[in-house]
């Protein structure tokens, strides 16, 4: 691998394969981190977005690398994510409006995928990028129920969305793949830690209608999360949120009264104005 180098400046027979590696390791670095800036630059557009009102309810689809997600948001959305059988094939989160059954909006974000053993260096990284589900409505949890080691992954999962903040979101899980399990195999699937459980493959369709139905329902009958410092001028609101929602959280601080809690689309929508 060395190269012919000749004449004054350079370097006796040649660049070295190791010095060219750096050089190309460099570059990658500078390129993913412009990624990454561009994906904090975008994710900050579609918060500031929510504050004035204007976005629809968010759901991240998260889950164990290679468990189907960007192929599930691929078939709800064709939105031209990468679906490839390799790790991290995802290293950019990217959101994509659906259209439910009843007619309201969804904005479903597809994450990097979750490893048990997140290198290092890599952490950091990895962490601004997943933080899209602590601003998430709700967590969609796509499982490969094809793999033998899903239940270790499962837990991975919760293990890192506790981690990141989120683990008080509600959560839809799909069972995917469902199309390579034998006949009944996938009738003893459950997940006792969410709210609904479908069992789905997002390759050849099966189930999704019966999931997006799910979501209709998430969206109509509200379940989503509200948090916020509330100005003592507006307090009235917080006997509408005890009324139509589920009050979680209530303090009175000096600032206003901070509320953690889950509410119905058109109350949220009533917040996002107000406040
Ligand atoms: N048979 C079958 N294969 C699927 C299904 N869903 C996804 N796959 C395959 O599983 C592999 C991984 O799918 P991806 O959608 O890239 O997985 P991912 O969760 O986005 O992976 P990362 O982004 O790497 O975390 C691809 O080869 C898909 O074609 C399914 O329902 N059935
Ligand atoms: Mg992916």
Redesign the pocket.
Known sequence: MSRLGGGIGTRGPGEKKLEMDRRLIGKRISVLKEELSEVVRHRELIRSGRKKGKTPPVAAIV??????????LNYLTDAGV?????????LDPTTRAVLLPCGSEILLT?T??FIRKLPHHLIEAFRSTLEEVVYADLIIH?ADA?NPRMDTQMAVVYDTLNDLGAGVKPVYTLF?????LKEREGHHLWDSRAEKTYC?????GEGIEAFAEGLSEFILLGQILYEETIPYTKASLISRIRSEGQLMTEEYREDGIYVKALVPSPLYGKLLSEI
């Open positions: 889950g164990y690398t290679n468990a189907g997600k960007s192929t599930l990468l679906a490839e059988d390799e790790l991290f094939a995802t597809d990097v995928g796509v094809s995917n793949k469902i199309d390579l789905i493959s997002a390759k050849t």
